[in-house]
């Protein structure tokens, strides 16, 4: 037979645990086991915040309304979970964490028996979490500034093939009539998030290092690493062909790498991938740099069309690329002589051609010998390629107006440094991200390119 609760409720309130509540108000609500559950519920909490900033450093910088509203929702869970733990081991933490950075532990509560390494902790994280908390306003006050930005969503069709180079000089047609590409929105990063951020980075160094040993934190990287960094192994493995002049080791990428932007919903303030991570040079000084522009494009070594830079490819199987040089002797006709002979048009609507033909191979209707601007990826394969870059002025690139003033130093401002060069490279190995580790060397170094008539696609007012 149940028990009125009339009879149960003097029982309920000479309750040990309300009495000591009714005597001291500061105690947690239920004592959770200190000694065993504290390290590993803290060690939980510090990892989450160390991966939470990794998420707010990016969403300070984002414009993407989605991504912030996900943040702001790992935020508040991370701050209310931070909340109840220290509540459990003292109800009011600001009056602990007071008491604790006079540094008298003599005027501890009674009932708070953690150590003096978990005392210290348990401020860290309640002065972290504060900090963080000021990113609130900042994250709701940008996500009002975002509020008319739209997700970039392709149209509902037929996926197109990999845009063809723009034509610089004039306007290309677009590929869908009255379809404009969406313009990224151009947002400046919040400043004044940046103090807690850095505030709470501290905080957490200092925290890890209260923990015993052998607890170990995963810091994820603000920068992609180098993409093309070459292990110390693969240098030394291979230093016999890199003591050669004009020698280098470098990793060819696949092209989704530098695509990953237009996937982004970013500001156009923030350096792009390809900005942050410019190709692999094949040079060391210079006021021009060439580069290894070659990405990995379905399983093919393709030459980048960047600019007006072009170039054409020839694999030519498993031939030592030490056994090359600056003649080509060991290479069959008519390939040597085109890859020696063939030279760039000095003016910019037939360079735009050559270009065009041979990205398509029809080079062949013009000349003598099919080439492509892509090989197939195979290892352990040579490639011979004959590279074009320019670097064209900033008047020409953005159809800028050049005005009466600026008219007296138009030939310096139509500048265009350039190279053309025949390299060859080896890929000695695949790697896990899809990417080749390759031996490249300069075989040859022609006369830099000029273009001739730039001043035609300039505007002169």
């Known amino acids: 037979m149940k028990k009125p609760l009339s009879l149960l409720l003097p029982l309920l309130l000479f309750s040990p645990q309300l009495v000591k509540a009714q005597e001291n108000p500061f105690m947690p609500s239920y004592q959770s086991n200190q000694s065993t559950n504290f390290w590993q519920s803290a060690e939980q909490l510090v990892q989450e915040q160390i991966y939470l900033v990794s998420r707010l450093e990016k969403a300070i910088a984002s414009a993407d309304p989605e991504f912030l509203r996900g943040v702001r929702s790992q935020l508040f869970l991370h701050t209310s979970a931070v909340d109840r733990f220290l509540r459990s081991?003292?109800?009011?933490?600001?009056?602990?964490?007071?008491?604790?950075?006079?540094?008298?532990?003599?005027?501890?509560?009674?009932?708070?028996?953690?150590?003096?390494?978990?005392?210290?902790?348990?401020?860290?994280?309640?002065?972290?979490?504060?900090?963080?908390e000021t990113l609130k306003p900042i994250i709701n006050g940008r996500l009002v500034r975002l509020g008319d930005v739209q997700p970039i969503s392709p149209p509902q069709i037929t996926p197109l093939p990999s845009p063809e180079p723009p034509i610089i000089g004039r306007e290309a047609k677009q590929p869908i009539e009255g379809y404009l590409p969406p313009v990224l929105p151009a947002i400046a990063i919040s400043i004044e998030a940046t103090t807690p951020l850095l505030t709470t980075r501290r905080l957490l160094s200092q925290a890890t290092a209260l923990f015993p040993p052998p607890t170990r934190f995963n810091f994820p990287s603000q920068l992609i690493e180098d993409p093309y960094d070459i292990s110390a192994a693969l240098n030394q493995l291979y230093s016999p062909f890199l003591a050669l002049e004009n020698t280098g080791i470098a990793r060819i990428l696949p092209a989704e790498f530098y695509r990953q932007d237009a996937k982004e919903l970013r500001s156009r303030l923030l350096a792009s991938r390809l900005e942050r991570f410019p190709y692999p040079p094949l040079a060391e000084t210079g006021v021009f740099l060439p580069r290894l522009e070659i990405q990995l494009d379905n399983n093919q070594f393709q030459i980048v069309q960047r600019g007006l830079n072009y170039g054409f490819i020839e694999d030519?199987?498993?031939?030592?690329?030490?056994?090359?040089?600056?003649?080509?002797?060991?290479?069959?006709?008519?390939?040597?002589?085109?890859?020696?002979?063939?030279?760039?048009?000095?003016?910019?609507?037939?360079?735009?051609?050559?270009?065009?033909l041979f990205i398509t191979g029809k080079i062949e209707d013009v000349c003598c010998i099919k080439l492509f601007a892509q090989a197939p990826a195979i290892l352990n394969h040579t490639y011979l390629v004959r590279t074009v870059q320019f670097q064209l002025p900033e008047a020409v690139l953005n159809n800028e107006r050049i005005n009466k003033r600026q008219r007296r130093n138009l030939e310096l401002l139509l500048t265009t440094p350039s190279s053309d060069l025949l390299i060859a490279f080896r890929p000695i190995s695949r790697n896990p991200d899809g990417s080749y580790t390759v031996l490249w060397r300069i075989l040859n170094r022609f006369p830099d390119p000029q273009i001739t008539d730039l001043v035609n696609y300039v505007i002169l007012e």
């Open 89 to 132: 081991y003292y109800a009011s933490p600001v009056d602990l964490c007071r008491i604790v950075s006079l540094g008298n532990s003599t005027n501890l509560p009674p009932f708070v028996s953690l150590t003096p390494e978990q005392l210290q902790l348990y401020c860290y994280l309640y002065i972290s979490t504060n900090s963080l």
């Open 316 to 356: 030519l199987g498993d031939v030592p690329i030490e056994n090359l040089n600056a003649k080509l002797l060991n290479i069959a006709e008519p390939t040597r002589e085109f890859f020696l002979k063939y030279q760039p048009p000095d003016r910019l609507e037939a360079l735009q051609i050559d270009r065009r």
